[in-house]
């Protein structure tokens, strides 16, 4: 999700068929203002997809997260999972422990479970970069992890139905 990699969230881009496939969120609470407005874009793009079956669950921080998603996909409640938060870098190497293990751990629950777990997590220098990430002048990055969701739904069921059709 680097900067300017994506176009702006259209809704005409938004996949089809999505209705039935069911979604969980784990939002983390350490800096709301961004957290809530990724949250916020991500379910705006679910809505656009018709996706009503939703399981949105805060967890404390950014380091919780792979844990969460890993629940949520473990106990049959998601086809795909979301884990968003923001980390902002401070005086000392703490950024780097929890960016690292909430974007390793995240990444090992996508392939233990085979199912998408995209990372919606913010990692800046400062309030203003989130803040320009989180619905100002650089978008929305959890509209973008939402439509990474669903694509990689898309796909899977794609590739499902190729097989099937070999079969």
Do not use: Y
């Not at 884990?83 to 870098?89: E, K, M, P």
């Not at 703490?94 to 090992?108: P, R």
């Amino acid at each position: 999700m680097a900067t300017g990699g994506r176009p702006a969230f259209d809704r005409a881009a938004v996949p089809s068929g999505m209705e039935q496939k069911r979604i969980g969120l784990a939002v983390a609470d350490w800096n709301p203002e961004i957290t809530h407005a990724l949250r916020d874009g991500a379910l705006e793009v679910l809505s656009a997809a018709g996706v009503e079956n939703l399981e949105v669950h805060p967890v404390p921080g950014a380091f919780e997260l792979p844990l969460a998603a890993s629940w949520l996909l473990s106990h049959g409640l998601c086809d795909g999972v979301i884990a968003i938060g923001s980390v902002i870098r401070g005086e000392t190497a703490h950024f780097d422990f929890v960016c690292s293990g909430a974007s390793s751990g995240l990444m090992q629950v996508g392939l233990e479970h085979e199912k998408p777990a995209i990372f919606c997590v913010l990692t800046d220098d400062n309030i203003e970069q989130a803040r320009a990430r989180a619905g100002g002048a650089l978008g929305n990055k959890g509209e973008e992890a939402a439509l990474a969701c669903l694509e990689m739904l898309q796909l899977e069921d794609c590739l499902r139905n190729s097989h099937n059709e070999a079969s």
